[in-house]
């Protein structure tokens, strides 16, 4: 495949991601997250202890895994600085072990959090419904941030999540909620993040060097004004037939998908979710295609530049999906793709609309049962420029 330039990244990078306005994040408002509290204990603090009041950690925890916990915060609105400091397991790597429970609204931020089963978690019978990672480093352990009981949103704020299997995880059918994720860096997971009846939201994250960015089994997910590169795959979507969970929606906004080996694992080579909306992003040099089977699409404003194959989009299968694909494909640049640049498989309906496709080594436009919403340009396409729609050369 041919090989992107380093100035088609750079500059796709500054415009994306320079200058987002704070304006974009979600309409919750956080506290400060540095605020100054008055802190009464933290120089005393041994591995088990429970945490009761503002705490600020004065030196490195060594802690076992054999333990049930590291640290355990009770008590509402407790804040837990760990003031630069390293909590760390020691012995033999347990599953269970956690570093951090949480077991009501609470805070925790500045400091490291490494080798543990769950390095942050709300266990099972835990009030929490709200929780404040800030500043946080969550290496090297089972799931960096554990949801285990019912509702609750985490908001999670200039972390970093590095060599965990799950950068983000709730327990198997017992959790709901939210994971609010803002500037922050998963790298070397093998899922960075794991939506089972959550909502994720990404706004101003990178992720790179991950297994895969984020598996969608249940839930929604929504990446703005973000980069994921150089990742082994972007994301899972499966399609469990007639099984209770279904990605109802996978959306790009502002946001640059380049270098990742796969748009999807060889396992489960398409994405499915019932939605996928895809808005002013940049899909460059990427090592597959994307395609997506759904039963809805909202694509406007995007650039495949240099991937080994453009769009794909078809009909999803399923008792979930009513009939074939229906949607808008507007605005789009489909340039120098391997294959096709936008191809559509019957019976899907979605219209097309001012797209432009270049140098497009297979067709530039195959669309044969879309709606032709006209305004389409392609041209040096090595198959043939349009198929089923009216392009124009210029």
């Given at each position: 495949?041919?090989?992107?330039?380093g100035f088609v990244v750079a500059m796709a990078v500054t415009s994306?991601?320079?200058?987002?306005?704070?304006?974009?994040?979600?309409?919750?408002?956080?506290?400060?997250?540095?605020?100054?509290?008055?802190?009464?204990?933290?120089?005393?603090?041994?591995?088990?202890?429970?945490?009761?009041?503002?705490?600020?950690?004065?030196?490195?925890?060594?802690?076992?895994?054999?333990?049930?916990?590291?640290?355990?915060?009770?008590?509402?609105?407790?804040?837990?600085?760990?003031?630069?400091?390293?909590?760390?397991?020691?012995?033999?790597?347990?599953?269970?072990?956690?570093?951090?429970?949480?077991?009501?609204?609470?805070?925790?931020?500045?400091?490291?959090?490494?080798?543990?089963?769950?390095?942050?978690?709300?266990?099972?019978?835990?009030?929490?419904?709200?929780?404040?990672?800030?500043?946080?480093?969550?290496?090297?352990?089972?799931?960096?941030?554990?949801?285990?009981?019912?509702?609750?949103?985490?908001?999670?704020?200039?972390?970093?999540?590095?060599?965990?299997?799950?950068?983000?995880?709730?327990?198997?059918?017992?959790?709901?909620?939210?994971?609010?994720?803002?500037?922050?860096?998963?790298?070397?997971?093998?899922?960075?993040?794991?939506?089972?009846?959550?909502?994720?939201?990404?706004?101003?994250?990178?992720?790179?060097?991950?297994?895969?960015?984020?598996?969608?089994?249940?839930?929604?997910?929504?990446?703005?004004?973000?980069?994921?590169?150089?990742?082994?795959a972007v994301s899972t979507i499966p399609n469990d037939g007639a099984d209770a969970r279904v990605c109802s929606e996978m959306r790009?906004?502002?946001?640059?998908?380049?270098?990742?080996?796969?748009?999807?694992?060889?396992?489960?080579?398409?994405?499915?979710?019932?939605?996928?909306?895809?808005?002013?992003?940049?899909?460059?040099?990427?090592?597959?295609?994307?395609?997506?089977?759904?039963?809805?699409?909202?694509?406007?404003?995007?650039?495949?530049?240099?991937?080994?194959?453009?769009?794909?989009?078809?009909?999803?299968?399923?008792?979930?999906?009513?009939?074939?694909?229906?949607?808008?494909?507007?605005?789009?640049?489909?340039?120098?793709?391997?294959?096709?640049?936008?191809?559509?498989?019957?019976?899907?309906?979605?219209?097309?609309?001012?797209?432009?496709?270049?140098?497009?080594?297979?067709?530039?436009?195959?669309?044969?049962?879309?709606?032709?919403?006209?305004?389409?340009?392609?041209?040096?396409?090595?198959?043939?420029?349009?198929?089923?729609?009216?392009?124009?050369?210029?």
């Amino acid at each position: 495949m041919k090989q992107t330039r380093g100035f088609v990244v750079a500059m796709a990078v500054t415009s994306l991601l320079t200058g987002a306005p704070d304006a974009q994040a979600r309409d919750t408002v956080p506290f400060d997250a540095d605020a100054e509290v008055t802190f009464k204990g933290g120089s005393h603090v041994r591995c088990g202890d429970t945490i009761t009041e503002h705490t600020r950690l004065t030196r490195d925890l060594y802690c076992p895994s054999s333990a049930p916990f590291a640290l355990q915060v009770v008590g509402e609105g407790i804040v837990l600085d760990l003031g630069g400091h390293t909590v760390r397991r020691t012995g033999p790597a347990n599953s269970a072990s956690q570093g951090i429970a949480l077991w009501s609204n609470s805070m925790v931020r500045n400091g490291t959090v490494q080798g543990f089963g769950r390095a942050i978690s709300t266990p099972e019978d835990s009030n929490t419904t709200y929780v404040r990672l800030h500043k946080l480093a969550l290496l090297d352990n089972g799931v960096g941030v554990y949801h285990w009981g019912s509702f609750a949103t985490f908001l999670i704020t200039e972390c970093r999540l590095s060599g965990n299997v799950r950068g983000l995880s709730g327990e198997f059918d017992a959790s709901n909620g939210n994971f609010d994720v803002r500037s922050s860096v998963f790298t070397h997971n093998e899922i960075a993040m794991f939506a089972d009846y959550h909502g994720i939201d990404v706004l101003d994250s990178t992720f790179t060097a991950n297994g895969s960015a984020v598996y969608c089994w249940h839930g929604t997910v929504r990446f703005r004004s973000s980069t994921l590169a150089w990742n082994d795959a972007v994301s899972t979507i499966p399609n469990d037939g007639a099984d209770a969970r279904v990605c109802s929606e996978m959306r790009f906004e502002n946001t640059l998908i380049a270098n990742n080996t796969a748009f999807a694992p060889a396992t489960t080579p398409v994405w499915e979710p019932i939605k996928l909306s895809m808005l002013d992003s940049l899909a460059v040099h990427n090592g597959t295609e994307l395609q997506v089977a759904a039963q809805t699409v909202y694509i406007d404003g995007n650039t495949f530049h240099d991937n080994a194959g453009g769009l794909t989009l078809s009909t999803r299968e399923g008792p979930t999906t009513p009939g074939p694909l229906t949607g808008i494909v507007r605005g789009n640049q489909f340039l120098s793709n391997d294959g096709d640049g936008l191809r559509v498989e019957p019976p899907s309906t979605p219209t097309v609309i001012n797209n432009l496709a270049l140098n497009n080594t297979g067709f530039g436009i195959y669309a044969p049962t879309a709606f032709d919403g006209g305004g389409n340009v392609a041209r040096n396409n090595t198959a043939g420029d349009c198929v089923g729609i009216v392009c124009a050369m210029y």
